[in-house]
């Protein structure tokens, strides 16, 4: 490209009289162009601490009213560790928290050092922040809904920029992936005003918008035409700060594929939520991580044609598939191969479960009047269903367990997240406490649930040398709770203290802040 420039402007001056003094000025005209040329070519890897761990700012006005305990020398005091490793918890330490991290721990009966304040967790246990892995930053609408489950189009997106933060901070997730993005320049500001101290909130790996193919029922997505689209629109935001990208259901092979490469030359990841695209298919183009478990893969449904959707969604799949198959196990096989990760998101699919029942009243209580509404019809007509649908689900569900389990023990990595979306069934923060609760009703130990929750996240991330557990020089990211998660998993929702940056915040100023707001703004 540069010899052709050369070309172009020898014939566009003449060749006559070009000496040594024409030859130098043609090359400072040319150095721009070049350099644009070059940097075009060789795009930067994004520095992911960095970007999603800036340095600690001091909370300003609008978060001073959430902080219980300003950033200092702290000391939990008999306190019992669980540190996300899947480690046993050790019991009745003293964690020294200096400034933004994690200074220490030492048996609960040693004399504190110089300078520490105190506090009294005895009978209390901390756990590391959670990481959500799929926690997104707005409720879906349905305007005019009906007790028969009808609406009027478009589906519409609201954003809660406001109420969503705040949740997700109050219930213990410290960071966040936002895992697809209706309004990426909303996102990346409010990540920049948590990160500057300006509004309360967790570190946010701010997620580009859907990469969605033609047909999306979303009016809100842009609809790529062709790979070239895929490649640009890659481009554009990983210019504009995002730190990873979401494939969504109509998605072609080759646009996956073109946003795969555009997104893996800045050093960045994909996930996806696929339909038109299988799960082998996506393994063998590159793609990172799979949402929503093995409930969207598409590879055994009857009328799956190339780079289409089908009408099922992955439902025969999924009915079809267990861990003792062949198809099962050679899917999981070729994932743990090809070092793609899983995303669980067990609460958004509880309908299918025989724990699904209606959301406690605390939860209720943060909806908007319209919201709730809109949540108990869409319950009832789950309740609605009949004897052979629940069947189905109750068969799709315990495939969807035994899949995660078995996906774990091949050696996959399994991150957890609760997809908060639209029918108030799983709200920010809630969702991601309920998420690490159904991992061990599927199975898994309450310790290796806090480090699916925890320290996996953290790890898909690049960040596990910053967050993710509780060990000496990591980010004093942690949760403070009354109980013993490590025995009895559904303590992690009595939490007293949420530390991030080693600042304590109130969850329940935090609530009270959005309290009837959820699902308005």
């Known amino acids: 490209m540069i010899g052709q420039l050369w070309l172009a402007l020898i014939n566009q001056k003449g060749t006559a009289g070009i000496g ?40 300003g006005s609008a978060v001073k ?20 490793t899947g480690k046993a918890a050790q019991q009745d330490r003293t964690l020294l928290l200096d400034g933004g ?35 997104h930053q707005y409720y879906i609408a349905r305007p005019d809904l009906t007790s028969d489950g009808k609406s009027d189009k478009p589906l519409l997106v609201p954003q809660m920029t406001f109420s969503s933060p705040r ?34 909130g967790p570190h946010m790996d701010v997620t580009g918008p859907y990469l969605e193919g033609g047909g999306s029922p979303f009016i809100q997505m842009h609809q790529l035409v062709d790979a070239a689209d895929a490649t640009r629109t890659v481009n554009f935001w990983a210019d504009q700060g995002v730190t990873s990208f979401k494939a969504y259901m109509d998605i072609t092979r080759d646009e996956l594929k073109a946003a795969i490469e555009a997104a893996h030359a800045r050093g960045l990841k994909v996930t996806g939520h696929l339909c038109s695209v299988t799960y082998p298919e996506a393994a063998m183009l590159g793609i990172d991580d799979l949402e929503h478990g093995f409930f969207v893969n598409t590879q055994l449904d009857p009328d799956k044609v ?34 793609v990760a899983v995303t669980s998101t067990l609460p958004v699919f509880e309908d299918d479960a025989p724990t699904n029942g ?14 709730r509404t809109d949540y108990l019809y869409l ?35 399994l991150l957890a997240g609760p997809d908060p979306t639209g029918d108030g069934r799983v709200l920010p923060g809630f969702g991601d406490q309920r998420e690490i609760e159904l991992l061990v009703a599927a199975g898994f130990s309450p310790i290796d649930a806090i480090r699916i929750g925890t320290l996996n996240g953290a790890t898909y991330l690049g960040l596990a040398d910053r967050i993710g557990s509780i060990e000496v020089g990591k980010d ?15 303590d992690i929702e009595a939490i007293e203290t949420v530390f991030k940056d080693g600042v304590g915040y109130d969850p329940e100023a935090l609530l009270a802040s959005v309290r009837g707001r959820y699902g308005q703004y």
């Open 379 to 413: 319950h009832a007509l789950e309740g609605r269903r009949s004897v052979s649908s629940k069947a189905e689900g109750a068969k799709l569900w315990a495939n969807e367990l035994a899949m995660e389990r078995a996906f774990v023990s091949a050696g996959g990595m």
């Open 20 to 59: 040594p003094k024409e030859e130098t000025n043609m090359i400072v005209e040319l150095m721009p162009i070049v350099a644009l040329l070059l940097s075009a070519a060789t795009p930067v890897n994004v520095d992911m601490a960095a970007r999603i761990l800036p340095a600690a700012t001091a909370p």
């Open 167 to 200: 949740m997700y901070l109050a219930e213990g997730v410290t960071t966040l992936r936002s895992t697809g993005s209706v309004e990426p320049y909303t996102d990346l500001n409010t990540k920049q005003m948590i990160d500057g101290g300006m509004l309360p």
């Open 306 to 339: 190339p780079d289409v959707c089908p009408k099922s969604y992955g439902d025969p799949t999924l009915a079809a598939m267990t861990p003792g198959s062949g198809v099962g196990a050679a899917l999981i096989k070729l994932l743990v191969e090809r070092h």
């Open 101 to 135: 991290k994690i200074a220490g721990i030492v048996p609960g009966g040693d004399a504190l050092p110089a300078g520490y304040r105190a506090i009294d967790a005895g009978g209390k246990s901390v756990i590391p922040g959670i990481v959500g892995m799929h926690d």
């Open 476 to 490: 004093a990211d942690l949760v403070l709770v009354a109980g013993d998660p490590s025995q009895k998993i559904t």
């Open 358 to 371: 209606i959301l406690p009243q605390r939860q209720l209580d943060l909806l908007t009047a319209d919201a």
């Open 65 to 84: 009213p959430f902080v219980k305990l300003p950033a200092g020398k702290l000391a939990l005091v008999h306190v019992r560790v669980i540190d996300g």
